[in-house]
């Protein structure tokens, strides 16, 4: 009954693939995000999806394409890996509503050689 | 644009000891400032939540923070920390009207020594 699941916990893959990272939140949640963790373990919004529809796009290289086939699904598709990819991706849900917190993931692992 | 500063990259106490942890941050209006805990491995669960009203919240696992306006700053505070509070902590503010998108800080890692 996990409230964010992510697949795969962990990742590791050659510089040069395209890989996917899903998420689904059974919450009924209407916005979800990604989020991005360094190695400094710094958190830094990528995108969020509300219904469906990309409200926030932050500065990210277009390697990195969000698709969110429903409200409870968003996927982060990453093409062509490169070293500086490697980190941990947190997808995390909310409503979009005053005093909604975030629920978050417990992250997918990537790691590029 | 919104930001947030987190001081202090470490910090090291006694189990039983209190804590403050501090945050700072940058916005233009009435801020929706958050405070989350990371266990290794683990994804984010919020601590507590401001958005309006008192400004000394309560939240779970025994953890305060108190905002002040004139100072910019929403630091936590703790009266008697546990080992298991050992973690990594993160100030975040609201980037939308709705405060619901975050910008985090940088975080701080939180020691507890016995």
């Known amino acids: 009954d996990t409230a964010v699941s992510q697949t795969p916990k962990y990742l590791v893959t050659q510089m040069g693939n395209d890989k996917s990272i899903k998420c689904e939140q059974n919450?009924?949640?209407?916005?979800m995000y990604w989020y991005k963790q360094d190695s400094k373990k710094f958190l830094k919004i990528m995108f969020s999806?509300?219904?469906?529809?990309?409200?926030i796009n932050e500065t990210v290289p277009n390697r990195f394409s969000p698709k969110s086939p429903d409200k409870a699904h968003l996927n982060l598709h990453i093409n062509s890996l490169e070293l500086g990819d490697s980190a941990v991706y947190f997808c995390?849900?909310?409503?979009?509503?005053?005093?909604?917190?975030?629920?978050f993931g417990n992250g997918t692992r990537l790691t590029v050689t | 644009a919104q930001s947030v500063t987190q001081p202090d990259i470490h910090i090291t106490v006694s189990e039983g000891a209190s804590l403050e942890l501090r945050c700072n941050y940058s916005?233009?209006?009435?801020?929706?400032l958050f405070w989350y805990v990371q266990s290794p491995g683990q994804g984010l669960q919020l601590l507590l939540k401001?958005?309006?009203?008192?400004?000394l919240v309560q939240g779970i696992k025994g953890f305060e923070a108190e905002f002040k306006r004139s100072q910019s700053s929403f630091n936590l505070r703790k009266p008697s920390v546990h080992w298991s509070d050992a973690a990594e902590y993160f100030c975040?503010?609201?980037?939308?009207?709705?405060?619901?998108?975050?910008?985090f800080g940088k975080g701080t890692t939180l020691s507890v020594s016995s």
């Open positions: 401001y958005f309006s009203g008192d400004t």
């Open positions: 995390a849900s909310n409503l979009w509503t005053e005093n909604s917190p975030l629920h």
């Open positions: 975040a503010v609201g980037l939308n009207q709705a405060g619901t998108a975050l910008i």
């Open positions: 999806y509300n219904n469906k529809e990309l409200i």
């Open positions: 916005y233009g209006a009435t801020p929706y």
């Open positions: 919450l009924g949640h209407d916005t």
